[in-house]
Antibody, heavy 114, light 112 residues
Framework: VQLVESGGGLVQPGKSLKLSCSAS????????MHWIRQAPGKGLDWVAY???????VYADAVKGRFTISRDNAKNTLYLQLNSLKSEDTAIYYC?????????WGQGVMVTVSS | QITLTQQAESLWVSPGEKVSITCRAS???????????LSWYQQRPGQTTKALIY???IRTDGVPTRFIGSGSGTEFTLSIEDVQPEDIALYYC?????????FGSGTKLEIK
């Protein structure tokens, strides 16, 4: 199992960014997936979840601004980040849902700053 | 939302000793299926976050037997017996009973 995030970078407040998580080594379409983030020097925060049937749930802090989606044909999970704020600055991880969050990616950094 | 409290920010331990990390939930994590929806994770620099324990006490495949999860209701413990240098890491608990999913604040394990 391998999860590889990409798409991070430096972005101005109010702008948008789209993160990707490329999955391999398992049947991607059969698993729910999460995005989790970690602000610099802080703990882990759950961001969003998408089920294998594409049902979604969001943390209140990102609801209405972030959109989680998946493309099973491309074995890829996405997170669209809109109306970014400085407090969204963090490392963003994707994780597979097994009995727990059983596999994680290495993370991608998003910095929101003018 | 369910709050998870990891009281200890840091714990110091000598190699070979046993250490316990506690996680307290603001409400019971026991579901009607009889399982507790509490899991533990290890974060080491330069490595991907690793799942250690799920349903409070079940070890994830490949996790050394020195990692032991215990507890019920609202009180949970991750114990590490015979601590090894590679166990130096941040440890987080996570509840998946109710959304929003929430993590504890983390406990850093350090070597004396």
């Amino acid at each position: 199992v391998q999860l590889v995030e990409s798409g991070g970078g430096l972005v101005q407040p109010g702008k948008s960014l789209k993160l990707s998580c490329s999955a391999s080594g398992f049947t991607f379409s059969s698993y729910g997936m999460h995005w989790i983030r970690q602000a610099p020097g802080k703990g882990l925060d759950w961001v969003a979840y998408i089920s294998s049937s594409s049902g979604t749930v969001y943390a209140d802090a990102v609801k209405g601004r972030f959109t989680i989606s998946r493309d099973n044909a491309k074995n890829t999970l996405y997170l669209q980040l809109n109306s970014l704020k400085s407090e969204d600055t963090a490392i963003y991880y994707c994780a597979r849902v097994g009995a727990s969050f059983d596999y994680w990616g290495q993370g991608v950094m998003v910095t929101v700053s003018s | 939302q369910i709050t998870l409290t990891q009281q200890a920010e840091s714990l110091w331990v000598s190699p070979g000793e046993k250490v316990s990390i506690t996680c307290r939930a603001s409400q019971s994590l026991l579901y009607t299926d009889g399982k507790h929806y509490l899991s533990w994770y290890q974060q080491r620099p330069g490595q991907t976050t690793k799942a250690l324990i799920y349903h409070a006490s079940i070890r994830t495949d490949g996790v050394p037997t020195r990692f032991i999860g215990s507890g019920s209701g609202t009180e949970f413990t991750l114990s590490i017996e015979d601590v090894q240098p590679e166990d130096i890491a941040l440890y987080y608990c996570l509840q998946t009973l109710k959304k929003p999913l929430t993590f504890g604040s983390g406990t850093k394990l350090e070597i004396k």
